[in-house]
């Protein structure tokens, strides 16, 4: 006769947790491994070496490159990426953490921007500008700053751009050392929740930008506000039951917001990019981009004299935009992103060959390739 015993499906559950538990020890104990590694990269620097004496964004993006290159699933590239990333960023903070400036208040895409690309170890400065963010950087008081440089939907973010022509005569001018592409997703939110009571929305006006098509449809009567920030146009809106505010859905927790709706942005791709800058450049990760900064001489062809080595050279470029020098009238600054490092042929030939040409060339840095 058959055995017709139904199988113990509570011991086999059992058993498959007692086999997690048993790499979760595992695990537990190589990043406790990992993280003595790291203390002692750090000591090699002397005792009380700062983190940013030993922080190594090429490093990173190789370490990263590689999680993505053996990852087979079945969890996804940038879960990968994004525990990888705070397990260094947890090491690295053993001593002391990262100090990252950003465009503040709390709760902005810039903080997420932060958290992305240094982890939830590093300690984030909120600021009050971009020029604030640029200031604490070259006076030390930040180790880097995450500012936003361009939005998929809306282009260049131009006082971004401006402040590299501004300091470009400083005696330390700060470097690009890193990018990042951050997913915008846009939320309504409100102190009461419905969308009903809204008659003002408040926000950034890059923000009110990438909704405009759902206000038109949902709020056309409703007062459009730019302010400084998307964080700031939450903690306005939580003044008053008639108003609204657009921004990131932690926003919404970080100031007591409840979401109407969302995502609301009119294009479901909608990402920005930001410029990690700081003190010092860094040595080739191996896939690499670098940005320029040109002033051109007023004189028949001078654009195409300055674009034609990169071109011959098979050198790849990803962005030009013209803004005006603010040394002459009249004349302008070219900011123009190439791929390759300029420490590395042929990029490094073909800028021996632009200074020839340009009336002033600065490589404002080169940097690892944003890893998603």
Same mark, same amino acid.
């Given at each position: 006769?058959?055995?017709? @015993?139904?199988?113990?499906?509570?011991?086999?559950?059992?058993?498959?947790?007692?086999?997690?538990?048993?790499?979760?020890?595992?695990?537990?104990?190589?990043?406790?491994?990992?993280a003595?590694?790291?203390?002692?990269?750090?000591?090699?620097?002397?005792?009380?070496?700062?983190?940013?004496?030993?922080?190594?964004?090429e490093?990173?993006?190789?370490?990263?490159?590689?999680?993505?290159?053996?990852?087979? !699933?079945?969890?996804?590239?940038?879960?990968?990426?994004?525990?990888?990333?705070?397990?260094?960023?947890?090491?690295?903070?053993?001593?002391?953490?990262?100090?990252?400036?950003?465009?503040?208040?709390?709760?902005?895409?810039?903080?997420?921007?932060?958290?992305?690309?240094?982890?939830?170890?590093?300690?984030?400065?909120?600021?009050?500008?971009?020029?604030?963010?640029?200031?604490?950087?070259?006076?030390?008081?930040?180790?880097?700053?995450?500012?936003?440089?361009?939005?998929?939907?809306q282009? @260049?973010?131009?006082?971004?751009?401006?402040?590299?022509?501004?300091?470009?005569?400083?005696?330390?001018?700060?470097?690009?050392?890193?990018?990042?592409?951050?997913?915008?997703?846009?939320?309504?939110?409100?102190?009461?929740g419905?969308i009903?009571?809204?008659?003002?929305?408040?926000?950034?006006?890059?923000?009110?930008?990438?909704?405009?098509?759902?206000?038109?449809r949902?709020?056309?009567?409703?007062?459009?506000?730019a302010?400084?920030?998307?964080?700031?146009?939450?903690?306005?809106?939580?003044?008053?039951?008639?108003?609204?505010?657009?921004a990131?859905?932690?926003?919404?927790?970080?100031?007591?917001?409840?979401?109407?709706?969302?995502?609301?942005?009119?294009?479901?791709?909608? @990402?920005?990019?930001?410029?990690?800058?700081?003190?010092?450049?860094?040595?080739?990760?191996?896939?690499?981009?670098?940005?320029?900064?040109?002033?051109?001489?007023?004189?028949?062809?001078?654009?195409?004299?300055?674009?034609?080595?990169?071109?011959?050279?098979?050198?790849?470029?990803?962005?030009?935009?013209?803004?005006?020098?603010?040394?002459?009238?009249?004349?302008?600054?070219?900011?123009?992103?190439?791929?390759?490092?300029?420490?590395?042929?042929?990029?490094?030939?073909?800028?021996?060959?632009?200074?020839?040409?340009? !009336?002033?060339?600065?490589?404002?840095?080169?940097?690892?390739?944003?890893?998603?």
């Open positions: 006769m058959a055995d017709e @015993t139904p199988p113990d499906h509570g011991s086999a559950l059992q058993a498959l947790r007692e086999q997690i538990d048993g790499i979760d020890r595992q695990i537990q104990a190589l990043i406790a491994e990992r003595q590694f790291a203390r002692q990269v750090g000591k090699s620097k002397g005792k009380l070496a700062a983190a940013v004496e030993y922080y190594r964004p490093r990173e993006a190789q370490v990263l490159r590689r999680v993505v290159d053996r990852n087979d !699933g079945p969890l996804g590239d940038e879960v990968l990426v994004r525990l990888f990333r705070e397990i260094m960023s947890a090491c690295l903070a053993q001593q002391e953490p990262l100090k990252i400036g950003y465009l503040g208040p709390e709760g902005t895409f810039s903080q997420q921007a932060v958290h992305k690309h240094f982890g939830h170890s590093a300690r984030g400065l909120p600021l009050g500008s971009v020029e604030e963010v640029f200031d604490e950087v070259a006076a030390g008081t930040a180790d880097f700053g995450v500012v936003p440089v361009e939005n998929s939907g282009g @260049t973010i131009q006082s971004t751009l401006d402040m590299f022509l501004l300091r470009d005569d400083m005696q330390s001018p700060l470097m690009i050392c890193g990018e990042v592409e951050l997913r915008v997703h846009q939320y309504l939110m409100s102190r009461t419905r009903e009571d809204v008659e003002r929305v408040y926000s950034h006006a890059l923000s009110l930008a990438q909704c405009r098509a759902w206000l038109r949902h709020l056309p009567a409703a007062e459009k506000h302010v400084a920030s998307n964080a700031e146009g939450a903690r306005r809106a939580r003044l008053a039951d008639d108003a609204a505010a657009i990131g859905e932690n926003a919404a927790h970080v100031y007591g917001l409840k979401p109407i709706a969302g995502p609301i942005e009119d294009h479901a791709d909608n @990402t920005t990019r930001f410029l990690v800058i700081g003190r010092n450049a860094f040595p080739p990760s191996g896939n690499d981009r670098t940005s320029l900064l040109v002033s051109i001489r007023d004189q028949p062809g001078a654009l195409y004299r300055i674009l034609e080595p990169l071109a011959r050279r098979g050198i790849s470029m990803n962005r030009i935009e013209s803004r005006p020098d603010h040394g002459a009238l009249w004349q302008y600054a070219f900011f123009i992103d190439v791929g390759g490092h300029a420490e590395e042929s042929p990029l490094k030939d073909a800028l021996a060959e632009l200074g020839d040409f340009a !009336g002033a060339l600065r490589v404002l840095g080169s940097y690892p390739v944003a890893v998603p």
